[in-house]
């Protein structure tokens, strides 16, 4: 029998993804698919309920079942309505063909394995859920002592608790009903069932029904066939997914997860992925809705359970994601981060750090670990009171420790200083980096001095990312220490020695950052073009964000270079003289670093708030009037 010959399927177009199967079955193989009994029922929309494939009685559902396959049988032909060749009326199909179409199918519905869910099977499902639930609890509390009692009504919870997976198929139609039925609370009670396997299943659950990835395959398929971007669809899916979300708020599911993570032994593997799962959903939700993450740190005991188990000396996986998820509440919340500085967090955090200024991360995972937590790190010092206590615990003396081991840890501990020195606040810490020898170490580093062999490394960060902190070291360090005092005089210093080689370095940074700039700089002008054919007017939101994107692209960098610069200038005349030489070695003047200051001026405030709420004249902003003033003068 010549398969190929039977039939002519169409060629598959390029980069298409099925299955694949021998050229001819052998008669193992139709052995294999050929049905044991004249008739296979339906599959069913739930697997059975004791989860073991035992049979038993007939159960009202399974009634309920057996009524929808007679429905179903009553759509097919009978065989005697085949033809006298064989044939389905309208199919063309001999039974040979028909077998092997049959062993195709079967094929097919094995590897798949997935039954297509809707609204009447998923309220069927429901209801047989809360029964579930209700007999399990009924023999626990009949038989707390025997667990032979309630074994079979735990695996039948726990089958159908898997029910709920195939739901994110289509959250517009699913997550409604799911809300309206009740079910979330009958599910959130789950997590505090005594049988932590059971919580765990829920908790999996949770992840599922609230993950990122939700409602993909329903766009996809709307853009497959044709109809449109889905956009549609997308709102929908995120309206559902926020009813949902809501309504496991409004069941306190953030403590009873919380909870779940005091009673979880992580000793035991299931144990484990069950903390895992667990901070899953707690950055679901936060990704969800950022604002949560104030209401997580203050409602619930999350933030200290995160800061003791990243400082568990032991490495893994649930360690890394501890310190992810308390990267992300800290970030941009005031709030949370005076909370943990009540809780001693910087302490903790610095002595996580402190394992790695003499080794480097095992993988890739422990690298991001580490940088969580310098993140963490970088988010606490944005507030004026924590670069205090970071001074305190002796930060600074750390990061520059990390800076001469030439590590990974080395730039991002150029990172944390870059954060710590910033503003009028970052004054004690710039004072301190020049006092604890920090400038031949930093000077070292912004010469790329012992650096480079190790920028393929693993978890290496560009470096061009690094030069802005560099540079925004820096900025800081002229900005905060005072005129005339030994600090700045040895910072001076600096630049002038090795023949100005400081200078040369920073003129270099400066091309760099202007080249990157240039090819944005083209972009926004053709947009603005286009704008401007179009007669559309140009917003205030529009010129804001090109600003930002140049700023990303290289301005920010451009605006430090050119900073410093201008002080070095200021403060000696051989650096001046050095510098206008390199500068007119590319057709350029001191009016071009004039005009770079000129626009980052305009974009700093006018006025800062007083510490009685009155105005006070920009500090920065007067700085930056001397220096233009000061260049403006070289050109004369």
């Given at each position: 029998?010549?398969?190929?010959k039977?039939?002519?399927l169409?060629?598959l177009p390029?980069?298409a993804t099925?299955?694949k199967f021998p ?6 193989a139709l052995?294999?698919?050929r ?14 309920a004791?989860?073991?494939g ?8 399974e009634?309920?079942?057996e009524?929808e396959l ?17 044939r ?6 001999n039974s ?14 094995e ?5 297509t869910?809707?609204l009447?099977?998923?309220?069927r499902?429901?209801?047989r859920?809360?029964?579930i639930?209700?007999?399990n ?10 667990p ?8 039948d919870l726990?089958s ?5 997976l195939?739901?994110?198929q289509?959250?517009p ?12 609370a009958?599910?959130?009670s789950l997590?505090?069932?005594e049988?932590?396997d ?16 939700v409602?993909?395959e329903v ?8 109809e ?14 926020g009813?949902l979300?809501d ?19 992580e000793?035991?593997?299931?144990d ?5 799962h667990?901070?899953?959903?707690f950055?679901?939700l ?25 400082a ?6 649930n360690?890394q994601?501890?310190s992810?998820i ?12 005076m909370r943990?500085?009540?809780l001693?967090?910087l302490d ?9 200024r ?7 995972e422990?690298v991001e ?7 963490t790190?970088c988010?606490a ?13 002796e930060?600074?003396?750390l ?29 004690d ?18 010469m ?7 920028r ?8 061009f990312?690094d030069?802005?902190?560099l540079?925004?070291?820096?900025v800081?360090?002229?900005t905060?220490l ?11 210093a600096?630049?002038?020695e090795?023949?100005?080689e400081?200078?040369?370095?920073l003129l270099?940074?400066r091309?760099?950052?202007e ?16 704008m ?8 205030d939101e529009d ?8 700023v ?23 650096a001046?003289?050095h510098a ?7 057709n ?6 004039i ?5 980052l ?13 009155e105005a ?14 000061f260049?403006?003068g070289?050109?004369?």
């Open positions: 029998m010549d398969i190929d039977m039939f002519k169409p060629a390029a980069g099925k299955r050229d001819a079955p052998t008669e193992e052995k294999r698919f049905p044991e009994e004249p008739e296979q029922p339906a599959p069913s929309l739930a697997p059975p004791n989860g073991k035992k049979g038993k009685a007939a159960t009202v559902s009634e309920e079942d009524e007679r429905y179903a049988r009553a759509d097919l032909p009978d065989e005697e309505d085949a033809d006298e060749d064989g389905f009326f309208g199919g063309g199909l040979e063909q028909n077998q092997i179409l049959d062993i195709f199918e079967a094929a097919g519905d590897d798949s394995g997935a039954v869910m809707t009447p099977a998923l309220r499902q429901l209801g859920f809360e029964r639930v209700a007999k609890a009924e023999q626990r509390g009949k038989y707390p002592d025997d032979s009692r309630f074994i079979e009504s735990e695996s726990d159908a608790l898997k029910q709920f195939p739901l994110t289509n959250p139609l699913f997550y409604p009903e799911l809300v309206k039925s009740g079910a979330i009958l599910l959130t997590l505090s069932h049988n932590t059971i919580a765990i299943d829920v908790v999996e659950v949770l992840q599922e029904l609230t993950d990122e990835d409602g993909a766009d996809d398929l709307l853009e497959e066939e044709g449109g971007s889905g956009g549609g669809i997308a709102t929908k899916t995120r309206m559902a997914m009813e979300i309504e496991l708020l409004n069941n306190s599911v953030m403590d009873l997860l919380v909870a779940n993570l005091g009673r979880l032994n000793e035991e593997d299931t484990t992925q069950g903390v895992f667990i901070l899953g959903v950055e679901n936060l990704s969800f809705m950022p604002p949560l993450a104030d209401q997580v740190a203050a409602d619930t005991s999350l933030l200290p359970w995160l800061l003791k188990r990243i568990v000396k032991e490495y893994d996986s360690k994601y501890a992810e308390l990267a992300i509440l800290m970030q941009d919340s005031r709030t949370n981060v943990m500085a009540e001693d967090g903790t955090m610095l002595k996580v750090l402190f394992q790695y003499k080794k480097d991360p095992g993988d890739n422990e670990f580490m940088e969580n937590v310098f993140d790190l988010s010092l944005a507030q004026p009171e924590m670069k205090k206590a970071f001074l305190e615990a930060g600074v003396e990061m520059v420790i990390m800076m001469k081991e030439k590590l990974l840890a080395r730039t991002r501990a150029i990172k944390v200083l870059n954060y710590a020195m910033q503003t009028e606040e970052g004054s810490a710039c004072e301190r980096f020049v006092e604890v020898q920090g400038l031949k170490t930093f000077f070292a580093a912004f790329g001095k012992g650096g480079e062999g190790k393929k490394k693993l978890g290496a960060t560009s470096s990312e030069e802005e902190h540079l925004g070291i820096l800081s360090l002229f905060n005072a005129s005339d005092t030994p600090a700045r005089i040895r910072l001076i600096k630049f002038i090795a023949d100005y400081k200078v040369d370095r270099e940074m091309e760099v950052a080249t990157k700039l240039r090819a944005v700089n083209r972009e926004i002008t053709a947009e603005r073009r286009v401007e054919a179009n007669r559309e007017e140009v917003s010129e804001t964000e090109w600003y930002l994107r140049r990303d692209a290289g301005l920010s960098s451009l605006q430090n270079a050119d900073y410093v610069l201008a002080w070095v200038c200021m403060e000696d005349d051989g001046m003289m206008r030489i390199l500068l007119d070695r590319k350029q003047t001191f009016a071009d670093v005009e770079v200051l000129e626009e001026k305009e974009n700093v405030g006018d006025e800062e708030e007083g510490g009685e709420g006070e004249p920009n500090v920065q902003k007067m700085i930056l009037e001397q220096l233009i003033a260049l403006a070289l050109l004369g």
